[in-house]
């Protein structure tokens, strides 16, 4: 089975703008979970979503968004940009919630705020 | 709420020494613990969790709910144990709570 990709690998933004991140699970897993990553907080839960509706919210502002489709598929969205969120996003998928399944890690997005 | 601790940012050991990472949970319910590890230049991934009582790549991990934690232990450290490794927590609603994680490192 093809892991879980993420999309785009790399990216630069200016604060102020805005951002989405793309996420694809692995084939028949239905729960896909956001973390971001930073040297300073670790791996901090962002949100899960589990059959297009979001199952848990992490702390969080309301700047960051997110959506499954019917797929599974997943997106992020971080809008106003901060320096703070520059970050590395992770995404994972289960077959079912993260909390009962293994999670499987794509290898992220590194997203420079500037 | 619940809350995972790993005191230790780095932790150095020579090859052949023992291994303990430590993990502390705060959470009153019944947790589900898990350890997570990551690789240099690789993805993220489960090493153990603690309802499966395996033993994965000479780990081991026992939840000890007097002390309310589970820590990762291994007999004699390898090169290839350095890692970042992160322990999580499932609590209300299956959410997981990682830990902040902790970089082993192995020496010749």
């Known amino acids: 089975k093809a892991g879980v990709t993420q999309t785009p690998r790399y990216l630069i933004k200016t604060r102020g703008q805005q951002v989405t991140l793309s996420c694809s699970p692995i084939s028949g897993h239905r729960s896909v979970s956001w973390y971001q990553q930073t040297p300073g907080q670790g791996l901090q839960f962002l949100f899960e979503?589990?059959?297009?509706?979001?199952?848990n919210k992490g702390n969080f502002p309301g700047r960051f968004s997110g959506r499954q489709f019917s797929n599974s598929r997943s997106e992020m969205n971080v809008s106003t940009l901060e320096l703070g969120d520059s970050a590395l996003y992770l995404c994972?998928?289960?077959?079912?919630?993260?909390?009962?399944?293994?999670?499987?890690f794509g290898p992220g997005t590194r997203l420079t705020v500037t | 709420a619940q809350r995972v601790t790993q005191p230790e940012k780095l932790l150095s050991v020579f090859k052949g020494a023992p291994v303990e990472l430590k993990c502390n949970y705060s959470?009153?319910?019944?947790?589900?613990l898990f350890w997570y590890v990551q690789y240099s230049r690789q993805r993220l991934q489960l090493l153990l969790r603690?309802?499966s009582r395996e033993s994965i790549k000479g780990f081991t991990a026992d939840l000890n709910k007097g002390e309310t934690s589970f820590h990762l232990k291994k007999p004699f450290a390898q090169e290839e144990d350095s890692a970042m490794y992160y322990c999580a927590l499932s609590g209300p609603g299956n959410k997981l709570v990682f830990g902040a994680g902790t970089i082993l490192r192995v020496k010749s």
């Open positions: 994972a998928s289960s077959p079912g919630l993260a909390g009962v399944y293994e999670q499987y």
């Open positions: 979503y589990f059959s297009e509706t979001q199952r």
């Open positions: 959470y009153s319910g019944s947790p589900e």
């Open positions: 603690h309802i």
